[in-house]
């Protein structure tokens, strides 16, 4: 059993109020910090560490801190983005809900590493009751002196503030969710500037993922040496995943990375395999923006070697035969879904997010969207499946913010993986309606491309 | 170090002050090499970046950091650096791209030119021309809307509306208060008032010269008469509110509507208030100087073309003469 660092007592009654997460070392990291580290030294501490950014791009977190900018006489604030809206993805809201401190605590040290002296957590609208939930712990820190000013006695001030979110997915995007936070309709910036430059209310502002900022947490605690024995690569320390689909035990584990994605699916300790003795189809590896893979291609790279849990291993191929990390929302089918019909629902989702901002982003998605629509519903056209390819490229990397990318790569790499679907949808538009196209050669060994040298 | 920095577009080099965008180099220069813009507008702080039609490729970030970018950027947006490469129009890449942005531009876009008043003075229209494919890939109904009243001067149709934001950043930063905005969100979004409260400011007139389609329509000139029947005269007169320098569009000895005037990018050179846009519908109101110049690829040009003068700069440079060929040799042409 791997070590939990995040989750460790997660399974402690009672975990979600302050006394008990106190009880079981909680708030050891703000103590460490506050007392004995300086700002610089925590950053350092992250670096060394290897955190890579949890919310989806994996960038790294210590290097993301070390950009920001420190003007003189100008404020500067940390903001945690609990906007958590990917399909797929729901280990933020699992944190949040039951170790609301660990995320305080996370915060308490982030904002002192940066010298922040307000912070938010922008939550999403949808999630009132972890809004709630972290609200009453944000006073019960306030009570113990964890929170306020002269926090310990060390005379670092810190207020924390729980702003709701109006629920669009886009103001999960950090720049969109500063507009959102300053009361501005969420409407993504033009970067450059980028936040670390002038974010919030013009000032240098960080952006980070609830899990990252939980991450620093661990961290602190144990050093960052110690955190980056843990996982594979420049892929370090534990990721909460986020299962779900077809699997006989979905939910929220927290995983070493470079874990081998067979034994994630099939092994005990996890998701225990495909539910009802199925077979495995498809997964998609990040949440629904990551492109699609089959079952083949999941479980082993393109040189049959065995994919791992990892930001480098899952995205090794390219969009050719890779995925991405994403932000850990695991959705796994089996052999009875129509990947058309998921396609086509990623894609209503995407339409409807879309902040209408960009051209290519507003019209295309909606396109794509109405394409797919007729295709599921035995309306297609063999011509409309290039015109999809065709039509996903003109957005993708032409627009202000990634969700034009997170749009056209779900729709791309399931027509590059499962374009005989498509074409049967299109050949079979009676059957298709009531029936499946199958797991036909999805999970078949991946035929080794023949090494050619020379001529 | 010098206080300007050098950038070659499509290999034409060009010296700039530190700051200026690509978009604004590539217009120093002039000619075919300058990217299109929609939605970015000079006067308008903060504008520009939505569309996409400028987009451009740097193959050359600076003269320190020679790597070029991974995406293609917003020219309007994206300042220059020194040393820095761009490719418009020599770049297939840019070309292709582009005219998927117009493609997705006219999917919702009704097409409706015949009928439509800003036909023949259309950004759109040009674009769609230089750009767009001969029939359109969508097959499905494009959104509609129902026709808005702002104020009773200005009508709002919105589904012709690219969304480009101009309109609002002007209410924005021209007027003292913005009643309208942008309602809902991805392609259901919509240019609106609240329950369609009226405009009432002196300067709401000019949301109509912004407008780089035929959205937001003078109410006073719907359906008048086509632009390229009438003939644009400068003229000014005294008003205490604004600058009053505009363009009369004259039909015989009417006066059909005032505008701004604007320069060859379709900008206003500068805002005019609603008095002198809608109320001053009489030769006598006005100072008449001379015919508004108008390029001559533009319909409105037919039948009255002007001797063509190159740009000082252009006559200078032997490469930028080359890249101006085309244009040069009209000038000798008439």
């Known amino acids: 059993m791997a070590r ?7 399974n402690v009654p009672g975990i979600n109020t302050f006394d008990v997460y106190r009880q079981k070392g909680g708030y050891r990291a703000v103590e460490k910090a506050l007392k004995t580290l300086t700002p610089d030294e925590v950053v350092e501490e992250v670096k060394k560490s290897g955190l890579r950014g949890r919310g989806g791009a994996g960038f790294p977190t210590g290097m993301k801190w070390s950009f920001l900018a420190k003007p003189e006489g100008v404020a500067r604030y940390l903001v945690c983005n609990a906007d958590e809206s990917e399909p797929g993805t729901f280990k933020d809201r699992y944190l949040m809900t039951h170790i609301p401190h660990a995320l305080i605590e996370g915060m308490i040290v982030s904002s002192f590493a940066l010298g922040a002296n307000t912070s938010y957590i922008y939550v999403r609208g949808e999630m009132m009751p972890q809004i709630r939930i972290l609200e009453k712990a944000i006073a019960e820190a306030k009570n113990a002196g964890f929170l306020g000013k002269n926090i310990l006695g060390t005379g670092y001030d810190l207020e924390l503030y729980v702003q709701p979110g109006g629920g669009a997915y886009i103001c999960g995007e950090e720049t969109a969710l500063l507009e959102s936070l300053e009361g501005k309709r969420g409407n993504p910036r033009i970067k450059p500037p980028f936040p670390a430059i002038a974010g919030l209310y013009g000032c240098p502002t960080v952006v980070n993922n609830v899990e990252s900022i939980a991450a620093t947490v661990p961290i602190i605690n144990d050093g960052g040496d110690e955190y980056a024995k843990i996982g594979i690569g420049r892929s370090t320390g534990t990721k909460l995943i986020s299962a779900s689909g077809n699997l006989v035990r979905p939910g929220v584990y927290e995983i070493d990375l470079g874990l081998p994605v067979e034994e994630f699916i099939y092994s005990d300790e996890y998701c225990g395999g495909i539910a009802n003795g199925k077979r495995l189809k498809a997964t998609v590896a990040g949440g629904s923006s990551v492109p699609i893979l089959p079952a083949n291609l999941t479980l082993k790279l393109a040189n049959g070697e065995p ?4 930001y480098e291993s899952l995205s090794e191929g390219g969009f050719a035969t890779g995925s991405m990390m994403g932000s850990g929302g695991f959705i796994a089918f089996d052999e009875d879904q129509c990947i058309v019909r998921n396609t086509w629902n990623f894609s209503r989702f ?38 999809l390819v065709d039509v996903s490229k003109k957005i993708e990397g032409n627009t202000i913010c990634p969700l034009g990318d997170a749009a056209a790569w779900p729709v791309a790499s399931a027509i590059r993986h499962f374009r005989d679907e498509f074409e049967w949808h299109v050949k079979e538009p009676i059957k298709c309606l009531d029936t499946n196209y199958g797991l036909a050669n999805y999970a078949e060994p991946i035929v080794k491309a023949e090494v050619t040298t020379g001529n | 170090m010098s ?48 569309c996409r039609t400028c987009i451009v490729k740097v193959s050359k970030g600076s003269e320190k950091d020679p790597r070029p970018m991974p995406k293609l950027v917003a020219s309007c947006r994206t300042t220059v650096m020194d040393g820095m490469e761009v490719l418009n129009i020599t770049s297939p890449e840019v070309i292709e791209a582009r005219s998927g942005v117009v493609e997705m531009l006219l999917i919702n876009h009704p097409l409706d030119c015949p009928v439509c008043d800003q036909a023949g003075e259309c950004d759109l229209q040009n674009l769609g021309y230089e750009h767009g494919l001969q029939k359109t890939r969508y097959e499905f109904e494009r959104r509609t809307f129902e026709r808005i009243d702002i104020g009773d001067k200005i009508q709002l149709h919105m589904n012709r509306c690219i969304l480009c934001y101009r309109c609002v950043f002007t209410a924005d930063q021209i007027t003292n208060k913005r009643v309208h905005g942008i309602l809902n969100r991805g392609d259901h979004s919509e240019i609106s008032t609240y329950i369609q409260t009226a405009v009432d400011n002196d300067f709401s007139g000019n949301v109509i010269d912004v407008c780089p389609v035929g959205a937001l329509t003078d109410k006073t000139f719907r359906f008048k008469n086509r632009v390229w029947f009438t003939k644009p005269i400068d003229a000014h007169r005294d008003c205490p509110t604004c600058s009053g320098k505009v363009t009369l569009w004259y039909k015989g000895e009417d006066v059909l509507r005032v505008t701004a005037r604007k320069d060859i990018y379709g900008e206003v050179e500068e805002f005019i208030c609603n008095t002198c846009r809608f109320d001053k519908k009489k030769t006598a109101d006005w100072v008449i100087e001379h015919p508004t110049h108008i390029s001559d690829t533009s319909v409105i040009a037919s039948n009255h073309y002007e001797t063509l003068k190159p740009l000082p700069v252009i006559q200078n440079n032997p490469q930028l003469q080359q890249a101006n060929k085309v244009e040069l040799e009209k000038t000798t042409k008439f």
């Not at chain 1, 939990?4 to 997660?10: D, G, M, Q, R, S």
């Not at chain 1, 994919?307 to 990892?310: A, I, P, Q, T, V």
């Not at chain 1, 901002?357 to 409309?384: A, F, N």
């Not at chain 2, 690509?22 to 939505?50: F, H, T």
């Open chain 1, 4 to 10: 939990k660092l995040l989750l460790e007592h997660i």
């Open chain 1, 307 to 310: 994919r791992l849990m990892s």
């Open chain 1, 350 to 387: 995407y339409h409807h997010e879309s902040c209408g901002q960009c051209s290519p982003c507003r019209e295309g998605t909606g396109w794509m969207e109405k394409v797919l629509h007729r295709i599921e519903y035995g309306h297609g056209k063999m011509s409309d499946i290039d015109l």
């Open chain 2, 3 to 50: 206080d300007k920095v050098k950038v070659t577009i499509d290999g034409i080099s060009v010296e700039v002050a530190p700051g200026t965008t690509i978009l604004n180099a590539a217009r120093q220069i002039g000619g075919d090499i300058v990217p299109p813009a929609m939605c970015y507008y000079s006067k308008l702080e903060g504008s520009g970046g939505k």
